[in-house]
Structures are given as structure tokens and as C-alpha cells.
């Protein structure tokens, strides 16, 4: 073992085996992976080593894709047996709801690229799984690409195949204690010091220990997870092929063969965490004591499914513990504030992500950027928030019990909540408010009758004409909306236009103006769809979305300069909009200014009533509109004041699914649909905002594609002829039963009286006019591409 590397990976389970051989791979082998005891010693050793490509999120999917492809390349390329059953796999639906579920599900993995799966019924999934039940089953989805692996070696095949490739890694070495220097970090461990560059925690069952050595309380926890091996079974021994993969969600279980038995593996409801704090030290290749009254319903479920196994015996029972985060995705990428500490932890599929995460991660290394877009399991989706032990405790739980639970779009799921609360939140809530979360804060959706519920739906739900009255108000009079869930960053600085003028791509405004500002990556695709303001007294705002707060700050950090400050604004700064028609007429009934001096996409300090405000004049809404940004303490008066001064104009408070619905007739974008860091801005229209003629991060790719031959998809908006569904996002859509593109987002354009869907689409098929379809929930539908903004497509009502 040298003195140093350029990178140390501390933890030698599947995901610190394939963080080190992605380095060696893509050229970086000066490198070292060091495991405490033995390699695949933590969870990884006890997994029960299923792989498949499905994932409700398809960004997950497609590195799940990847991960079962790499597979046979590193048993080849090491020489190490792996032991990979490639038998298939089904996933059974045993509820009106889930069947419709899958259904759509089968259509958007059609749309990221897995188009190795099929739709069957009871009988034509039972002729593949001889051994099941089809009681309750309706339907199942089978896939190809399913299957198990030997998980410690897969392990050693990731190890050996680095090695080859001129890594090193080192067994019973225990990293001690971590120092950062000026240069990297200093990792000390019972075998000696190491300096490096880069840290990667792998530490798995260890993650939260490996991150406080460094001053990171990382959001992870361990589970209890249980599974059993049966003895031979007389069925799974005659029979002439391998049992499939087998995902029973109503019944909260997987089966895969083993040798002439089978494993179910158990995702119980009565959940239990183990060490939260961490692993203690000397834990190891241990297991805990089966708990079978926790599994009991489950395991009867298990064993309803599966008759055959109710006549032989058990041969092996395995509780084990396994790392979770708040969602269930791993925690990868650099960490805010930590240069040079990377995470690759919170990976509980490791066998099934693993070879994702270390793609994924060396690339972000190597490169400054992933291929893929690695937002779903980015470490800085999470703030100082998720730091909270109970916050974990209830997220990690929530996620681990409702593993097999389906969760529907519109519904709200409790743990961790409410958390962070604007002032005026309880009165709001009074008036009727119901809630969403955006990171730590909540958010309004709409404003209901007392006593209304919201029914969980794939479909338009219960709550789509307490929408429509939202949306009618907003078109036609005065809407008041919360706008604490936007992000504000504060910009100052004797170099801070030069700054912004280099990280932003557009053209910056002038003073008392606002414009909407394009962030690239070096690599030429997105990084923000922000917005700037330029308040004319030497500082300027940054505006976009609150949940990307700690991911936003990470990148203004990474390409700081000298002579400038960027102060987040998000616990400090909150407030409302007014708009419509009549929204002029509400806030100047307040303004000591005139405010009709603010012309559209003007920005200033206003005296609203006894508030001193910051003001701009602009609306996603595509109504004419007043953003009032306001100190969190003067949130509960702003509100008052303006409810009482727009009386008479009929004011209502509305939600973000108003806002939804009007922006998608306007066909404005949002990010983590139309904007992603998958896409440039030729392919989302983002061009139109960059100054060309200027320098800034981005440029060299964002040039290469407007002189190249330019994306292969472009953004446009659909039409959908729908009937009680709307599209909302990876629906493939279609051109003579051939796909040409997926829709980004969709929903219920209320004031329009339309189904409207944004896409992209392939080029030569993206003119208005074109005759597409579109799979909603499942179900085709005609569609077709109609101009942009269907709503005031010459834009009068917020310029006017």
C-alpha cells in the first residue's frame, strides 16, 4: 500500500468494487479501495442478489439497464464466476389499480429503452412461474432481463477486474479518521496514512461514520430485511427451466429460484431500523434472529402464492440489515461543501445499481460531469434538513414499508412532514389550503371546502373542479399564491456581474430589470432555467426552484471566483403573487410607488402597504403579475393586506396545481421535466434566451450544436384527445406505431378546456399540425402537436 493515491474508496462491498473499477476504466488507476475486514463483508454478502431493469423512475431504470449489462462483461474480463441466471422476471398486479398501473408502467419503459418486456394475463404468466398462485392476480408484466447473481462474487469480479486494470485494493485495513487539507484529504487507518485527492465513502452498513470522520451527517439508516431458502421443491425440480424472478406487490414479495428451492424475500410493513448511528465496528458477516411476528402477514401472503413451499421445510432464514435513504435511491456525487468527499452510499440494490452508481460516479470524477442525469439519486437533493435524526428515522421507515406499496401522482405521503412552514401557513390552512412538500417546505396545491379529501388516482381526481375554479380566477380576475417555494439567491460583490455574466448563458438585465437566464454545463446542457434580477443597487437575485436550493449552491460554489459573494435567501425571503387581469388593481390599491411604472419584467423595492417589498412584475402563469418578495416575518401581514385590498376585485387564494395547469397553456417549461441536465437548450427552445456573443460556461457545446446538425428531438406541445386521464410525464408517443419521442410533462389545461402534453419529439416530426398518439395511463390516444402557448399566444395578457 503507497503512501498516496489520487483517490482512496473506503468500503469494499459491490458499490466501492465498482466505483474502483469505473476509475480504472475511464483511465484513473491510480487508485485503492480499502475494506475493513473482507471484501462483500457488509450487506453485500447476505443480498439476495435479484436484478432487473424496471424502475418506477426511469432514470433509475436505464442505470439499472446498464448495470445488468456490465455484468457479463466483468465476469469475462476478470475471470471470476459470478453465477448469473439470466431467467426472466415477472411482476404481478393483483388490484384494479395496479393492473392500470403496470400497464402505463410497460409503455414508459418503452419510452427510456427497455422494450424487452410484455404484458400477460394470469394464465400466460402462470405457464411461466408453474409454481404460483394466480388467485388475485389480474395481470403481469414479464421482462427479459431478470434474474439473480452470486453476490460475493460478483464482488471479487468488480475487485479483480480494477485490479487488472491497475488498481489496488487492500482487505483488513480500517480507515481510522479522515482530515481534510489544502490539497485533498489525509485518510488515516490502522495500516498507516494515505494522502489523496479524493475520498469516496462506500462504507455501506458504515456510511454514517465514514461521513462524520469528514463533518457530514449523511441521510442514511439501516433496515432489518428478511428472506428464507427452502428446501428442494418437489415442482421446482421437475420442472425444465429455471423459475423466474417473481414481484408479488400486493403480497409484499420476491421469489427467485435457488438451487432445487426457492428465496422469498419479505419487504415488511412493520419495519424495523438497526444501528442508526452506524454499524458498530466489529459487525460483520452476522445475522440477526428471524423475527417472525413482525413478517407474519407477509410471510402467510408469501406462502399463499406459492403453494408448493408450504410442504417443504426452511432451510436458511436471513435477517440482515441494509442501508436506506429518505426515498429509497442511493446518495451519490460530490458533497456540498466537502470538496474532494464524494458518497456512494445508501445503495440498498446494490447489485442492481451498483454498476450504475459506478459509472455514474467516475465519470462525475473524471469528467466534472455524468453522462446520465444523476439528479434521482444526487447527494444535494437533500439539505441540512435531512440531517435530523427523526426525519430519517420516519422517511427511511415510510420508504422501507411501502417498498411494494403503490403510491399514486397526486397523493401525499406523511413522514418528515410538515417540517419547514411559511408564516402564514396556518391561516391558510384555515382558509382551506391543501399541502404539498418541495424539500423541507410546504407548499399549497389548492384551497377545498372544509372537510374535502383528495382520492389517490392514476387518473383526474376528485379535486380537478376545485382546480378549474383556481385556474378561472387566475384567467379572469386576481389569484393569490404563496411563492416561498421559490428559490432566491442573493449576488454581490464587487465581480458579481462578471460572475453572473460567465455563469449565466443569457444576456444579463439592466438594472431595475429581470431576465430569464440559461446555466449550461461545460458539457453544453442545461445546469438551471433561473431567473435574474437585477435590482440596481449593486445585488441581484437568482430565482428557480426551491428543491434544487443545495444542488444550485454546489454549482455556484464549484465555479466561484474572487470578489463575489452568493448568500442563500431561502431561510430569510418568502411571498406571494398576484395575478390575473385584475392584479394591478389589487396591489396598487397597497403600493406607496406607483406601480404602474413596472413595466413587464421589472424589478424593484416597494413600500406594499407597511411591507418592504421586492417586487417584480412577471408570472409563470402567463397572466399579468406581481412576484412580492417579503421577509419571513412580514408573511402573515402581506397576506392579509392583500386579500383585504383585493375584496372587492374577488381575489382567491390558489395553488401550485393552478399554476401547473396555466403554465402548461402557456407551454412555459419546468425543471425535472422539460429541463433536465439530459437536455440542451437547442432541444428545449432554451437557445432563444443565450447571447451568442458572449463568453460563458457552456459555450464551446452549445456553439458546436446551433453550427452542428442540430438535437435530434425538439420540445413542442400536444394536444391529447384524453378522456378522463391526462399524460404526465415518459409516455412514449407514436407515429404510425413507431415511437418518436416521450412526453416531458402533461396535465388538465382548465381555462383552454384541454388535455395538453409537452414532448420531444424527432425533428421531422415535430410541426404543428402532425398527427401523433400518445399512451395515457396505459391507454392510446390520438394526439397531435398544436403551435406553442394555446393559451394568448402572442403573449398580451402579462405584457399587457
Known amino acids: 500500500m503507497k503512501s498516496q493515491y489520487r483517490v ?7 458499490v466501492g468494487a465498482s466505483v474502483l473499477y469505473h476509475l480504472a476504466k475511464f483511465g484513473w488507476s491510480d487508485v485503492v479501495m480499502l475494506e475493513r475486514r473482507r471484501l462483500a463483508s457488509g450487506s453485500s454478502w447476505h443480498a439476495a442478489g435479484g436484478i432487473h431493469a424496471l424502475n418506477a423512475d426511469p432514470n433509475m431504470a436505464s442505470l439499472q439497464a446498464y448495470t445488468i449489462d456490465l455484468l457479463s462483461e466483468i465476469e469475462k474480463e476478470s475471470g471470476q464466476n459470478i453465477g448469473l441466471h439470466m431467467t426472466g422476471g415477472l411482476t404481478l398486479a393483483g388490484t384494479p389499480e395496479r393492473w392500470e398501473w403496470l400497464q402505463a408502467n410497460y409503455r414508459i419503459f418503452q419510452s427510456v429503452g427497455i422494450d424487452d418486456c410484455e404484458l400477460l394475463t394470469p394464465e400466460e404468466a402462470q405457464k411461466r412461474c408453474p409454481i404460483m398462485s394466480t388467485d388475485g392476480v389480474l395481470g403481469a408484466m414479464w421482462a427479459d432481463r431478470e434474474g439473480y447473481i452470486d453476490t460475493t462474487g460478483t464482488v471479487q469480479a468488480y475487485a479483480t477486474a480494477a485490479k487488472k486494470r491497475g488498481a489496488e485494493y487492500y482487505e483488513e485495513t480500517k480507515v481510522e479518521s479522515l482530515t481534510q487539507t489544502a490539497d485533498g484529504w489525509q485518510v488515516v487507518t490502522d495500516k498507516g496514512t494515505i494522502t489523496c485527492e479524493h475520498v469516496v465513502n462506500a462504507a455501506g452498513l458504515w456510511a454514517k461514520q465514514v461521513g462524520r470522520m469528514a463533518g457530514v451527517e449523511l441521510p442514511v439508516s439501516p433496515l432489518k430485511h428478511h428472506y428464507l431458502i427452502t428446501d428442494a421443491v418437489p415442482e421446482v425440480a421437475a420442472a425444465e427451466f429455471e423459475m423466474p424472478m417473481t414481484v408479488d406487490l400486493e403480497g409484499f414479495t420476491y421469489m427467485r429460484q435457488d438451487q432445487k428451492g426457492v428465496l422469498v424475500g419479505i419487504y415488511e410493513v412493520d419495519h424495523e431500523h438497526w444501528a442508526m448511528d452506524g454499524a458498530p465496528w466489529n459487525y460483520g458477516e452476522e445475522l440477526f434472529q428471524e423475527q417472525l411476528d413482525r413478517i407474519e402477514n407477509e410471510l402467510t401472503l408469501g406462502f399463499e402464492r406459492y403453494p408448493s413451499i408450504q410442504n417443504v421445510g426452511i432451510k436458511t432464514w436471513v435477517n440482515g440489515a441494509f442501508t436506506f435513504s429518505p426515498d429509497g435511491n442511493p446518495l451519490v456525487g460530490p458533497v456540498p461543501g466537502k470538496r474532494g468527499y464524494w458518497s456512494a452510499c445508501a445503495v440498498m440494490a446494490g447489485f442492481l445499481q451498483g454498476g450504475g452508481v459506478g459509472k455514474t460516479l467516475a465519470e462525475w470524477m473524471i469528467h466534472g460531469e455524468p ?3 444523476a439528479w ?8 441540512d434538513f435531512a440531517q435530523n435524526k427523526r426525519y430519517i428515522r420516519e422517511t427511511t421507515g415510510q420508504f422501507y414499508s411501502r417498498r411494494f406499496v403503490m403510491t399514486y401522482p397526486n397523493e401525499q405521503l406523511p413522514a418528515g412532514r410538515p417540517l419547514k412552514m411559511a408564516p402564514a401557513h396556518d391561516a391558510m390552512t384555515e ?26 388516482t392514476l387518473k383526474r381526481s376528485n379535486a380537478h373542479d376545485i382546480v378549474a375554479e383556481e385556474c378561472k380566477v387566475i384567467r379572469e380576475g386576481a389569484g393569490l399564491l404563496d411563492i416561498s417555494g421559490f428559490s432566491r439567491f442573493e449576488v454581490s460583490g464587487p465581480n458579481a456581474e462578471v460572475w453572473l455574466d460567465k455563469v449565466m448563458a443569457s444576456k444579463l438585465p439592466a438594472p431595475g430589470r429581470a431576465k430569464l437566464a440559461p446555466m449550461l454545463g461545460e458539457n453544453g446542457r442545461l445546469k ?10 449593486g445585488t441581484w437575485w437568482i430565482m428557480g426552484s426551491y428543491y434544487l436550493r443545495a444542488w444550485h449552491m454546489r454549482w455556484f460554489d464549484d ?3 474572487d470578489g463575489v459573494n452568493v448568500r442563500d435567501l431561502g431561510e430569510e425571503y418568502c411571498g406571494f403573487a398576484v395575478v390575473g387581469p385584475k392584479s394591478q388593481a389589487v396591489v396598487e ?3 406607496e410607488q406607483d406601480i404602474s411604472d413596472l413595466k413587464f419584467m421589472g424589478c424593484g423595492d416597494f413600500d406594499i402597504g407597511l411591507v418592504r417589498a421586492r417586487v417584480a412584475r412577471m408570472s409563470v402563469t402567463g397572466e399579468k403579475g406581481y412576484e412580492i418578495n417579503c421577509r419571513y416575518g412580514d408573511h402573515i401581514k402581506l397576506r392579509r393586506m392583500l386579500l383585504e385590498a383585493g375584496a372587492d376585485e374577488g381575489i382567491r387564494e390558489c395553488g401550485f396545481n393552478a399554476m401547473l395547469s396555466t403554465r402548461l397553456e402557456k407551454s412555459f417549461g419546468i425543471w425535472s421535466a422539460e429541463f433536465t441536465q439530459l437536455y440542451t437548450p437547442g432541444m428545449t427552445g432554451m437557445d432563444r434566451w443565450i447571447d451568442w456573443d458572449k463568453d460563458f460556461v457552456g459555450k464551446e457545446a452549445a456553439v458546436a450544436e446551433r453550427d452542428g446538425n442540430g438535437p435530434a428531438q425538439v420540445q413542442v406541445t400536444l394536444e391529447v384527445d384524453a378522456v378522463d386521464a391526462d399524460a404526465s410525464g415518459y409516455e412514449p408517443v407514436w407515429s404510425g406505431g413507431e415511437r418518436v419521442g416521450f412526453v416531458t410533462s402533461g396535465g388538465y389545461g382548465h381555462y383552454t378546456g384541454k388535455s395538453l402534453a409537452m414532448a420531444l419529439v424527432d425533428r421531422d416530426k415535430a410541426a404543428p399540425g402532425t398527427e401523433l398518439s400518445v399512451h395515457v395511463v396505459g391507454v392510446e390516444r390520438p394526439a397531435r402537436i398544436i403551435a406553442p402557448s394555446p393559451y394568448d399566444p402572442q403573449g398580451k395578457a402579462m405584457r399587457g
Open 8 to 14: 482512496v474508496v473506503i468500503g469494499g462491498g459491490v
Open 371 to 373: 453522462e446520465a442525469d
Open 376 to 383: 434521482p439519486m444526487d447527494v444535494a437533493r437533500y439539505g
Open 431 to 456: 382558509a382551506g389550503c391543501k399541502w404539498g412538500v418541495s424539500w423541507d417546505l410546504e407548499v399549497p396545491l389548492y384551497f377545498a371546502p372544509k372537510g374535502f379529501e383528495e382520492t389517490p
Open 528 to 537: 438551471g432555467d433561473l431567473t435574474v434580477l437585477n435590482w440596481g443597487d
Open 559 to 561: 465555479h466561484m471566483i
Open 589 to 591: 390599491k397597497l403600493a
